[in-house]
Protein backbone atom coordinates (compact mmCIF):
# COMPACT_ATOMS: atom_id res chain seq x y z
CA UNK A 1 0.00 0.00 0.00
CA UNK A 2 2.57 2.47 0.80
CA UNK A 3 4.22 2.05 -2.59
CA UNK A 4 0.92 3.63 -4.04
CA UNK A 5 1.06 6.76 -1.60
CA UNK A 6 1.05 10.29 -3.56
CA UNK A 7 4.87 11.35 -2.78
CA UNK A 8 3.72 14.91 -2.41
CA UNK A 9 2.32 14.34 0.96
CA UNK A 10 6.07 14.22 1.95
CA UNK A 11 7.38 17.67 0.37
CA UNK A 12 6.15 19.66 3.58
CA UNK A 13 6.91 23.11 4.16
CA UNK A 14 9.93 23.08 6.22
CA UNK A 15 11.67 21.11 3.67
CA UNK A 16 11.84 23.06 1.46
CA UNK A 17 12.11 26.46 3.86
CA UNK A 18 15.28 25.18 5.03
CA UNK A 19 16.36 23.71 2.07
CA UNK A 20 16.64 20.16 3.17
CA UNK A 21 17.85 17.06 0.36
CA UNK A 22 15.72 14.65 -0.57
CA UNK A 23 17.94 11.08 -1.13
CA UNK A 24 17.63 7.13 -1.01
CA UNK A 25 19.82 5.22 1.57
CA UNK A 26 22.66 3.20 -0.15
CA UNK A 27 21.79 0.23 2.64
CA UNK A 28 18.51 -0.32 2.84
CA UNK A 29 16.92 1.89 -0.44
CA UNK A 30 14.73 3.77 1.55
CA UNK A 31 14.02 7.80 1.05
CA UNK A 32 14.90 10.20 3.63
CA UNK A 33 15.09 13.92 3.93
CA UNK A 34 17.94 15.76 5.62
CA UNK A 35 19.68 19.44 5.62
CA UNK A 36 22.78 17.78 4.33
CA UNK A 37 23.90 15.85 1.73
CA UNK A 38 24.61 12.60 3.21
CA UNK A 39 24.05 8.72 2.10
CA UNK A 40 22.52 6.64 4.48
CA UNK A 41 18.78 6.92 6.28
CA UNK A 42 20.60 7.70 9.72
CA UNK A 43 18.61 5.10 11.37
CA UNK A 44 20.70 1.71 12.61
CA UNK A 45 22.05 -0.73 11.10
CA UNK A 46 22.01 1.31 7.91
CA UNK A 47 24.02 4.09 10.17
CA UNK A 48 26.16 3.39 13.41
CA UNK A 49 25.35 4.66 16.72
CA UNK A 50 26.49 8.21 16.51
CA UNK A 51 24.42 9.87 18.98
CA UNK A 52 26.85 9.13 21.98
CA UNK A 53 29.08 11.91 20.90
CA UNK A 54 26.35 14.09 20.56
CA UNK A 55 26.44 16.96 23.14
CA UNK A 56 22.34 18.28 23.65
CA UNK A 57 21.99 22.40 23.92
CA UNK A 58 20.34 21.25 27.94
CA UNK A 59 22.86 18.15 28.86
CA UNK A 60 21.86 14.88 29.68
CA UNK A 61 18.26 14.63 30.59
CA UNK A 62 16.14 11.94 32.43
CA UNK A 63 13.31 9.41 31.46
CA UNK A 64 10.87 11.94 33.77
CA UNK A 65 12.69 15.08 32.76
CA UNK A 66 12.01 14.07 28.93
CA UNK A 67 8.64 13.30 29.33
CA UNK A 68 7.95 16.74 31.43
CA UNK A 69 9.33 18.94 28.28
CA UNK A 70 7.77 16.99 26.04
CA UNK A 71 4.38 17.36 27.80
CA UNK A 72 5.25 21.10 28.61
CA UNK A 73 6.35 21.85 24.49
CA UNK A 74 3.04 21.30 23.14
CA UNK A 75 1.09 22.45 25.76
CA UNK A 76 2.83 25.38 25.08
CA UNK A 77 1.77 25.37 21.19
CA UNK A 78 -2.00 24.53 22.75
CA UNK A 79 -2.28 20.65 22.96
CA UNK A 80 -4.09 19.78 25.78
CA UNK A 81 -2.25 17.30 27.87
CA UNK A 82 -4.20 14.30 28.58
CA UNK A 83 -4.42 11.47 31.51
CA UNK A 84 -3.01 8.18 30.05
CA UNK A 85 -4.44 4.98 29.94
CA UNK A 86 -3.52 1.67 30.83
CA UNK A 87 -1.85 -0.47 29.22
CA UNK A 88 -4.52 -3.36 29.45
CA UNK A 89 -6.70 -2.05 25.90
CA UNK A 90 -10.11 -2.96 27.93
CA UNK A 91 -12.04 -0.91 25.82
CA UNK A 92 -10.88 -2.93 22.45
CA UNK A 93 -12.54 -6.90 21.95
CA UNK A 94 -9.47 -7.03 19.30
CA UNK A 95 -6.40 -5.94 20.58
CA UNK A 96 -5.16 -6.94 24.58
CA UNK A 97 -2.49 -4.38 25.35
CA UNK A 98 -1.82 -0.55 24.28
CA UNK A 99 0.84 -0.58 21.77
CA UNK A 100 0.69 3.34 20.82
CA UNK A 101 -1.09 6.21 22.08
CA UNK A 102 -3.24 6.39 19.20
CA UNK A 103 -4.32 3.10 20.64
CA UNK A 104 -6.70 4.97 23.43
CA UNK A 105 -8.33 6.95 20.78
CA UNK A 106 -9.30 3.94 18.63
CA UNK A 107 -11.45 2.86 17.44
CA UNK A 108 -14.34 5.44 18.92
CA UNK A 109 -12.63 8.43 18.02
CA UNK A 110 -10.83 7.55 15.12
CA UNK A 111 -13.91 6.12 13.05
CA UNK A 112 -15.45 9.49 13.77
CA UNK A 113 -18.04 8.07 16.71
CA UNK A 114 -17.60 9.95 19.36
CA UNK A 115 -15.04 13.33 19.38
CA UNK A 116 -11.77 13.55 21.02
CA UNK A 117 -11.14 14.62 24.84
CA UNK A 118 -9.15 17.60 23.22
CA UNK A 119 -8.21 19.13 19.72
CA UNK A 120 -4.99 18.79 19.40
CA UNK A 121 -3.70 16.94 22.56
CA UNK A 122 -0.65 15.77 23.93
CA UNK A 123 0.10 12.46 26.29
CA UNK A 124 2.42 10.37 27.77
CA UNK A 125 1.23 6.67 26.90
CA UNK A 126 2.73 3.53 28.87
CA UNK A 127 2.84 1.00 26.04
CA UNK A 128 3.56 -3.03 25.75
CA UNK A 129 4.61 -4.42 22.48
CA UNK A 130 5.02 -8.23 23.01
CA UNK A 131 6.95 -8.26 19.76
CA UNK A 132 9.60 -6.37 21.02
CA UNK A 133 10.70 -8.40 23.62
CA UNK A 134 12.61 -10.96 21.97
CA UNK A 135 14.46 -7.88 20.57
CA UNK A 136 15.67 -6.60 24.30
CA UNK A 137 19.25 -6.89 24.52
CA UNK A 138 19.74 -7.79 20.62
CA UNK A 139 19.28 -4.27 19.58
CA UNK A 140 21.75 -2.98 21.77
CA UNK A 141 19.17 -1.15 23.74
CA UNK A 142 16.99 0.27 21.57
CA UNK A 143 13.80 -2.36 22.31
CA UNK A 144 12.58 -2.66 26.32
CA UNK A 145 9.69 -4.70 27.91
CA UNK A 146 7.60 -1.49 28.21
CA UNK A 147 8.30 2.22 26.91
CA UNK A 148 6.26 5.44 27.56
CA UNK A 149 5.29 7.16 24.20
CA UNK A 150 4.81 11.22 23.76
CA UNK A 151 1.90 11.54 21.39
CA UNK A 152 1.17 14.85 20.36
CA UNK A 153 -2.68 13.70 17.90
CA UNK A 154 -4.88 16.41 16.46
CA UNK A 155 -8.10 15.24 14.30
CA UNK A 156 -9.09 17.04 11.41
CA UNK A 157 -12.56 16.35 9.88
CA UNK A 158 -14.51 18.21 6.53
CA UNK A 159 -15.36 20.59 8.12
CA UNK A 160 -12.72 21.59 10.99
CA UNK A 161 -8.86 21.59 10.59
CA UNK A 162 -6.45 21.75 12.99
CA UNK A 163 -3.08 21.07 11.19
CA UNK A 164 -1.43 17.85 9.43
CA UNK A 165 1.87 17.27 7.94
CA UNK A 166 3.71 20.67 7.47
CA UNK A 167 2.98 21.60 11.28
CA UNK A 168 3.78 18.45 12.54
CA UNK A 169 6.98 18.23 10.86
CA UNK A 170 7.87 21.52 11.88
CA UNK A 171 7.04 20.92 15.62
CA UNK A 172 9.51 17.62 15.27
CA UNK A 173 12.49 20.16 14.04
CA UNK A 174 11.33 22.22 17.19
CA UNK A 175 11.06 19.94 19.69
CA UNK A 176 14.78 18.15 18.83
CA UNK A 177 16.68 21.09 17.80
CA UNK A 178 14.80 24.57 19.63
CA UNK A 179 13.95 22.77 22.51
CA UNK A 180 16.58 20.18 23.42
CA UNK A 181 19.37 21.67 21.42
CA UNK A 182 19.92 18.74 18.82
CA UNK A 183 22.44 20.00 16.29
CA UNK A 184 19.58 20.36 13.18
CA UNK A 185 22.29 18.68 10.77
CA UNK A 186 22.18 15.66 12.73
CA UNK A 187 18.08 15.05 11.75
CA UNK A 188 16.95 12.48 9.30
CA UNK A 189 13.48 12.08 8.12
CA UNK A 190 12.80 8.79 6.81
CA UNK A 191 9.51 7.76 4.27
CA UNK A 192 8.03 5.16 5.65
CA UNK A 193 4.46 4.07 6.13
CA UNK A 194 2.83 2.36 9.30
CA UNK A 195 -0.34 0.43 10.48
CA UNK A 196 -2.02 -0.61 14.00
CA UNK A 197 -5.33 -1.16 15.72
CA UNK A 198 -7.03 -0.61 12.28
CA UNK A 199 -5.28 2.09 10.85
CA UNK A 200 -2.66 3.36 8.57
CA UNK A 201 -0.84 5.99 6.88
CA UNK A 202 2.57 7.12 5.56
CA UNK A 203 4.93 8.39 7.76
CA UNK A 204 8.16 9.51 8.41
CA UNK A 205 10.60 8.15 11.05
CA UNK A 206 12.67 10.76 12.89
CA UNK A 207 16.36 9.52 13.23
CA UNK A 208 19.33 11.55 15.24
CA UNK A 209 22.82 9.66 14.86
CA UNK A 210 22.02 6.22 13.91
CA UNK A 211 18.80 6.26 16.43
CA UNK A 212 15.54 6.20 15.63
CA UNK A 213 13.54 8.78 17.81
CA UNK A 214 9.81 9.13 16.88
CA UNK A 215 7.33 8.34 14.30
CA UNK A 216 5.33 11.10 12.77
CA UNK A 217 2.25 8.98 10.79
CA UNK A 218 -0.66 10.75 8.65
CA UNK A 219 -3.10 8.01 9.56
CA UNK A 220 -5.32 8.58 6.31
CA UNK A 221 -7.44 5.44 6.04
CA UNK A 222 -8.92 1.91 7.97
CA UNK A 223 -7.01 -0.95 7.33
CA UNK A 224 -8.72 -4.84 7.38
CA UNK A 225 -6.88 -7.94 6.32
CA UNK A 226 -5.00 -6.28 4.11
CA UNK A 227 -7.29 -3.51 2.24
CA UNK A 228 -7.83 -0.17 3.13
CA UNK A 229 -10.68 2.52 3.09
CA UNK A 230 -9.50 6.21 2.82
CA UNK A 231 -11.28 7.57 6.15
CA UNK A 232 -12.59 11.24 6.11
CA UNK A 233 -10.86 12.33 9.07
CA UNK A 234 -7.26 12.71 8.86
CA UNK A 235 -5.15 12.45 12.09
CA UNK A 236 -2.12 13.43 12.95
CA UNK A 237 -0.56 10.34 14.86
CA UNK A 238 3.29 10.79 16.33
CA UNK A 239 5.48 8.63 18.56
CA UNK A 240 8.11 9.94 20.25
CA UNK A 241 10.25 7.82 22.13
CA UNK A 242 10.34 9.07 25.44
CA UNK A 243 13.48 6.56 26.71
CA UNK A 244 15.11 6.74 23.43
CA UNK A 245 15.50 10.37 23.70
CA UNK A 246 16.59 10.37 27.38
CA UNK A 247 19.57 8.24 25.38
CA UNK A 248 20.81 10.57 23.86
Same mark, same amino acid.
Given at each position: ?? =???????????????????????????????? %??????? !??? %???????????? *?? *? $???????????????????????? $?? $????????????????????? %?????????? $???????????????????????? !???????????????????????????????????????? !??????????????? *?????? %??????? !????????????????????????????? =???????????
Amino acid at each position: MD =TAVDQSIFKVELFRKRGYLRRKCRVCGAHFWA %PIDRDNC !GDA %PCSDYTFFNLKL *GV *G $PLTVKEVRDRFLNFFSRRGHEVIE $PK $PVVARWRDDLYLTIASIVVFQ %PHVTSGLVPP $PANPLVIAQPCIRLEDIDSVGYTF !GRHLTNFIMGGHHAFNYPDKFIYFTDRTVELAKEFFVDEL !GVPEEELVFKESWWE *GGGNAG %PSFEVAI !GGLEVATLVFMMYESLNGSYREMPIKIVD =TGYGIERIAWL
